[in-house]
């Protein structure tokens, strides 16, 4: 029992129970969230988790210097925004009110809605019936991104390519560095992790006292996490899988009794009381075997092929379900006789459900001799099917791909300009594989085409699963009634 709470039993038989739910949220960030928590979630009650009493050790410990630096992996969608963002900095104001703080994020949407939610916080009349005597938010300047109050204390909200990371703060948060959309661009992640070390870095306040905190699910082997740990910076790690693995120790947080995961049973979920076995299972459904090992699990490592589980492939010999939709996707290059390959794979969504790979056309042609094979092949495909055909970056890929469209007068073809790796655009497809959804005919092509997928995005040649990957995007996104994509 803390002093403040024995001295209020002594001085009274029958405590007043609000001052010692005050008492005890003061002294307790998770009290504090809990108490808390009717001011941002009206429909649904608190769910405490095991794991979320690790995060306020760990964020209590880093306040009170126990910890200089901490890093958390986390699944998403288990309480990492609202306890480290949200409740943390409300929390700490009330024990200093001149604390300074910088969170930053990869947007600044995200960004902006922690910095509300924060203030709603404090604002409530729940805070300021408790703690509206030590400080008040200052009149000229309370913006969306940064407020101030009247102790001198302030929360700034930025991005990490953002224009207020010339000032700085007694503590310093960074909430999901990395996109995870983005993940796979070398330029962008490098550019992130430079940033950090540039910039970032240098803007704590007092480099003694202040302290760092990044919070993220892992997005690639070299994203800020596996950054800073790579360079054995000191930063304390409290990794959450999603499932658990059989690894005990957490952390020596807190110093007299370390951290241990209570999970028995392997691939046992971490928020039970949130996300049951169903709840999870689905959630791991739409994600492919390399975004559930990251975000999930936060063990990301490189796609050094693999991404598509070829043996959950269905290759058959006819098919029964009716086609609702047939897309050829056009993957092109213009060399002959070595180098790249030109490839146009026809996609079908059928009736039940599933897709199927019916044909793949492929050669080393040069400009001439790829122009009429893709008009050919449109011929003999019928005008029932979508022809696309992707735009490359840049003026000349603009050039060839109205060139290609005026070649194919009298059918329905349109070109796509792509942005980001193709390996981030092949995800659904591969997800649709582990489930066993995607039919292949069992033509002589089809083995070649299964082989490219081994090892991609590494393999030697990548387009015949480029295309395929873009023929799927196509199809699947196909409305049916509408006629529309």
Known sequence: MNAQLQQLIQS?????????????????????????????????????????????????????GDIKDLVINIPPRHMKS?????????????????????????????????SLK?????????????????????SDQNAKQRFENSEMGYRLSTTVDGKNTGEGGDGICVDDANNVKKAESDLIRIGTNIWWDETMSSRLNDPETGWTLIIQ???????????????????????LPARYEGKKLLTKIPMDAPRQ??????????????????????????MGEYARAGQLQQRPAPRGGGMFPTAKFRVVNGFDSKIVASVRYWDK???????????????????????????????????????????????????????WIEQEPGSGGKESAEATIKNMAG???????????????????????????????NRDWTKAYIKEHEKYPLSKYKDQVDAGGGAFNKVSARRKRAGTW
């Open 261 to 286: 995961d209570p999970r028995t049973e392997i691939d046992e979920p971490l928020w039970k009381e949130h996300y049951p076995e169903e709840a999870l299972t689905n959630l791991e459904n739409k």
């Open 411 to 441: 059918f329905r073809v349109y070109a796509e300009r792509v942005t980001g790796a193709k390996e981030v655009r092949a995800e659904p497809y591969a997800i649709q594989v582990e489930h066993g959804n995607i039919l292949i005919l």
């Open 333 to 387: 290059a213009a060399t002959e006789d070595g180098g790249c390959y030109t490839a146009g794979v026809l996609f079908h969504k059928l009736e039940d459900g599933t897709y199927i790979v019916t044909d793949v056309v492929r050669g080393q042609w040069e400009y001439g001799k790829r122009e009429r094979y893709i008009r050919q092949t449109a011929e003999l495909d019928g005008k029932k099917v979508h022809v």
């Open 217 to 239: 699910q892992r997005t690639h082997e070299g994203d800020l996490t596996g950054h800073v740990l790579e360079k054995d910076l000191g930063f304390t790690h409290l990794c």
């Open 82 to 114: 609202l306890s480290c963002c949200v409740f943390f900095p409300a929390w700490i104001w009330i024990q200093e009110p001149a604390f300074r703080f910088l969170f930053t994020s990869y947007a600044e949407t995200l960004s902006t809605r922690d």
């Open 12 to 64: 009274a038989p029958f405590p007043d129970i609000n001052m010692v739910d005050k008492i005890l949220a003061e002294q307790d960030l998770l009290e504090f969230i809990k108490q808390g928590w009717h001011v941002l979630e009206r429909k649904s009650n608190f769910k405490s988790g095991w794991h979320i009493e690790a995060i306020c050790e760990h964020l209590m410990a880093l306040y009170n």
């Open 118 to 138: 924060c203030r709603r916080v404090i604002q409530s009349p729940w805070y300021q019936a408790n703690w509206g005597d030590r400080y008040h938010l200052t």
